[in-house]
C-alpha cells in the first residue's frame, strides 16, 4: 500500500466516522484502490477519487433539481 492510499484511507475513515462522509463512498473508494493496487500511482489513485467526487457532484445537482421540482424549495 502506498503510504498516501493509506494516509488517505485512514482520513477518509474518520471522516465518515465523524459523519461527513458515507459508508457507500469510503467502500466505494476503498474497492477502487484494490482494484487499481494499493501500489498504484498517486495519479492514478488520485483520479479514482476526482472520478468519485464527479460522480457525488452530479448526484447532488440531480437532488437539488428534484427538491425544487418536488417541494419548491431551490
Given at each position: 500500500?502506498?503510504?498516501?492510499?493509506?494516509?488517505?484511507?485512514?482520513?477518509?475513515?474518520?471522516?465518515?466516522?465523524?459523519?461527513?462522509?458515507?459508508?457507500?463512498?469510503?467502500?466505494?473508494?476503498?474497492?477502487?484502490?484494490?482494484?487499481?493496487?494499493w501500489?498504484?500511482?498517486?495519479?492514478v489513485?488520485?483520479?479514482?477519487?476526482?472520478?468519485?467526487?464527479?460522480?457525488?457532484?452530479?448526484?447532488?445537482?440531480?437532488?437539488?433539481?428534484?427538491?425544487?421540482?418536488?417541494?419548491g424549495?431551490?
Open positions: 500500500m502506498s503510504t498516501a492510499a493509506g494516509y488517505f484511507i485512514s482520513l477518509l475513515a474518520k471522516e465518515r466516522q465523524a459523519g461527513i462522509v458515507t459508508t457507500e463512498t469510503e467502500q466505494h473508494l476503498k474497492h477502487d484502490f484494490r482494484k487499481l493496487s501500489r498504484a500511482d498517486d495519479a489513485l488520485a483520479a479514482s477519487v476526482s472520478t468519485q467526487i464527479e460522480r457525488l457532484e452530479k448526484e447532488a445537482v440531480a437532488l437539488r433539481k428534484l427538491r425544487a421540482l418536488c417541494f424549495v431551490a
